[in-house]
């Protein structure tokens, strides 16, 4: 069993789970997380990490497949004989659409992926973290917003995160994990193009009161800062990272 502490980053290939990713191993955390295809994107990662003296494990899955899931915390148990927080990052936005625009099946691989997908991973967790642990999922200013007329599936999956986020920190807290969620707002990550708007940043940060759209690291410090000791008595809390937004 490895003597420093364990973090399991879903979707840490990329974006603000790579950033999570990073800034753990810099600050001595050893660092499992799971990507889902892009397999250099992923390797970036892992030789960044490993770079800042971290032990890596990376793990090709799909959070919406439970049997994936279990899979890869059975790989984390044989790796590192431990785990002592997790940060639920993985997502998929769908497609940009009105409400009317979006058939059904983008709405059950949103919710499947963002809900479903997260609540496999804390169940898997909550088995394995110790007295002290911590879980922090990575949800959205959208469960605010709404995302009317690009994607209303994907703010409704982020308003069920936050509800799930604070009645499991009061489920949690009997066993002492604490549960608290960061919810970014306008991120200068690949989510925006993959989603067809490539310009979305640009465009809505003049509504930003800090004047910009922030980094995947500006989110990475206060998730960082969520599983440390400083913050150890804070949980259920939705934590805004939108530059006043």
């Not at 994907?154 to 549960?179: F, P």
């Not at 759209?213 to 804070?234: R, T």
Request: a neutral charge; charged letters at 20%; hydrophobic letters at 50%.
């Amino acid at each position: 069993m490895t003597k420093r502490r364990v973090l399991l980053v879903t979707g840490g290939g990329r974006g603000i789970g790579a950033a999570v990713v990073r800034l753990a191993a810099a600050r001595g955390w050893d660092v499992a997380f799971t990507y889902a295809g892009n397999r250099a994107r992923a390797a970036e990662t892992e030789a960044a990490a490993v770079a800042a003296g971290a032990s890596v494990l990376a793990l090709q899955a799909d959070v919406a497949d439970p049997a994936a899931v279990a899979a890869s915390f059975a790989a984390i148990d044989a790796r590192f004989g431990r785990l002592d927080a997790l940060v639920n990052n993985a997502g998929v936005t769908g497609p940009k659409g009105t409400l009317a625009e979006t058939p059904e099946a983008v709405w059950e691989l949103v919710l499947r992926t963002n809900v479903i997908g997260l609540v496999t991973c804390c169940k898997e967790a909550l088995k394995r973290l110790p007295q002290g642990g911590a879980i922090v999922n990575v949800s959205s200013r959208a469960s605010v917003f709404g995302g009317p007329g690009e994607w209303i599936h994907y703010a409704a999956s982020k308003g069920a995160v936050d509800t799930l986020t604070i009645g499991l920190s009061k489920e949690a807290a009997a066993q002492g994990v604490r549960v608290n969620a960061v919810n970014p707002g306008l991120i200068e990550t690949e989510l925006h193009a993959a989603a067809g708007m490539p310009d979305r940043v640009a465009r809505m940060s003049v509504g930003v009161p800090l004047g910009r759209g922030g980094s995947a690291e500006e989110v990475a410090e206060p998730v960082l800062w969520l599983l440390s000791d400083a913050a150890s008595y804070i949980t259920g809390a939705l934590v805004p990272v939108g530059g006043g937004r």
